[in-house]
Nanobody, 116 residues
Protein backbone atom coordinates (compact mmCIF):
# COMPACT_ATOMS: atom_id res chain seq x y z
CA UNK A 1 0.00 0.00 0.00
CA UNK A 2 1.39 3.35 -1.07
CA UNK A 3 1.64 5.91 1.72
CA UNK A 4 2.98 9.45 1.80
CA UNK A 5 2.73 10.85 5.32
CA UNK A 6 3.44 14.56 5.65
CA UNK A 7 4.28 16.16 8.97
CA UNK A 8 5.83 19.29 10.45
CA UNK A 9 3.11 21.80 9.75
CA UNK A 10 1.76 24.20 12.34
CA UNK A 11 1.24 27.82 13.31
CA UNK A 12 4.19 30.17 12.91
CA UNK A 13 4.66 33.93 13.03
CA UNK A 14 5.64 35.85 9.90
CA UNK A 15 9.39 35.58 9.39
CA UNK A 16 9.53 32.22 11.11
CA UNK A 17 10.59 28.82 9.81
CA UNK A 18 9.16 25.35 9.52
CA UNK A 19 10.51 22.08 8.18
CA UNK A 20 8.07 19.73 6.55
CA UNK A 21 8.79 16.03 6.16
CA UNK A 22 7.10 13.41 4.02
CA UNK A 23 7.75 9.76 4.73
CA UNK A 24 7.09 7.38 1.86
CA UNK A 25 6.35 3.67 1.83
CA UNK A 26 4.82 1.08 -0.45
CA UNK A 27 6.82 1.98 -3.55
CA UNK A 28 10.45 2.36 -4.60
CA UNK A 29 11.03 5.90 -3.37
CA UNK A 30 14.41 6.29 -5.08
CA UNK A 31 12.78 5.76 -8.50
CA UNK A 32 10.42 8.69 -8.13
CA UNK A 33 10.84 12.42 -8.42
CA UNK A 34 9.25 14.23 -5.50
CA UNK A 35 7.35 17.46 -5.18
CA UNK A 36 5.62 19.65 -2.66
CA UNK A 37 2.36 21.33 -3.59
CA UNK A 38 0.14 23.63 -1.59
CA UNK A 39 -3.49 24.68 -1.66
CA UNK A 40 -4.80 27.77 0.06
CA UNK A 41 -8.52 28.23 0.80
CA UNK A 42 -10.42 29.11 -2.35
CA UNK A 43 -7.38 28.63 -4.56
CA UNK A 44 -6.14 25.91 -6.85
CA UNK A 45 -3.37 23.57 -5.81
CA UNK A 46 0.00 24.91 -6.92
CA UNK A 47 3.45 23.43 -7.32
CA UNK A 48 5.89 24.73 -4.70
CA UNK A 49 9.07 22.72 -5.31
CA UNK A 50 10.34 19.60 -7.04
CA UNK A 51 13.44 17.45 -6.78
CA UNK A 52 14.72 14.78 -9.12
CA UNK A 53 15.55 11.19 -8.24
CA UNK A 54 19.15 11.73 -7.16
CA UNK A 55 18.73 15.37 -6.19
CA UNK A 56 20.52 16.65 -9.26
CA UNK A 57 17.87 19.21 -10.08
CA UNK A 58 15.50 21.26 -7.94
CA UNK A 59 12.85 23.69 -9.12
CA UNK A 60 10.82 26.24 -7.21
CA UNK A 61 7.82 28.45 -7.68
CA UNK A 62 8.87 32.07 -8.07
CA UNK A 63 6.98 32.95 -4.91
CA UNK A 64 9.22 30.75 -2.72
CA UNK A 65 12.63 31.01 -4.44
CA UNK A 66 15.34 31.94 -1.99
CA UNK A 67 13.14 31.07 1.00
CA UNK A 68 12.26 27.38 0.60
CA UNK A 69 14.59 24.42 0.06
CA UNK A 70 13.53 20.95 -1.01
CA UNK A 71 15.75 17.95 -0.25
CA UNK A 72 15.46 14.20 -0.04
CA UNK A 73 17.08 11.29 1.77
CA UNK A 74 16.65 8.15 -0.31
CA UNK A 75 18.01 6.00 2.52
CA UNK A 76 15.16 7.20 4.74
CA UNK A 77 12.50 7.36 1.99
CA UNK A 78 11.80 10.91 3.03
CA UNK A 79 11.51 14.28 1.30
CA UNK A 80 11.79 17.57 3.15
CA UNK A 81 10.78 21.16 2.64
CA UNK A 82 12.67 23.73 4.67
CA UNK A 83 10.63 26.93 4.75
CA UNK A 84 12.25 30.14 5.96
CA UNK A 85 11.09 33.73 6.15
CA UNK A 86 7.50 32.60 6.06
CA UNK A 87 4.80 35.02 4.97
CA UNK A 88 1.05 35.04 5.60
CA UNK A 89 0.51 34.19 1.93
CA UNK A 90 2.34 30.90 2.51
CA UNK A 91 -0.64 29.74 4.57
CA UNK A 92 -2.01 26.58 2.95
CA UNK A 93 -2.27 22.83 3.19
CA UNK A 94 0.99 21.39 1.92
CA UNK A 95 1.01 18.07 0.08
CA UNK A 96 3.89 15.89 -1.00
CA UNK A 97 3.69 13.99 -4.25
CA UNK A 98 5.71 11.27 -5.93
CA UNK A 99 5.75 10.95 -9.70
CA UNK A 100 7.30 8.77 -12.36
CA UNK A 101 6.15 8.64 -15.97
CA UNK A 102 2.34 8.60 -15.79
CA UNK A 103 2.13 7.53 -12.15
CA UNK A 104 1.55 10.07 -9.39
CA UNK A 105 0.93 9.49 -5.70
CA UNK A 106 -0.36 12.05 -3.18
CA UNK A 107 0.00 12.39 0.54
CA UNK A 108 -2.68 13.58 2.95
CA UNK A 109 -1.37 17.11 3.50
CA UNK A 110 -0.20 19.12 6.48
CA UNK A 111 -1.55 22.54 7.46
CA UNK A 112 0.81 25.52 7.57
CA UNK A 113 -0.56 28.74 9.03
CA UNK A 114 1.50 31.93 9.07
CA UNK A 115 -0.09 34.53 11.28
CA UNK A 116 0.79 37.04 13.96
Amino acid sequence: QVRLVASGGGLVHPGGSLRLSCAASGFTFSNYAMSWYRQAPGKERELVASITIISTTTTYADSVKGRFTISRDNAKNTVYLQMNTLKPEDTAVYYCSAFRSSTRYWGQGTQVTVSS
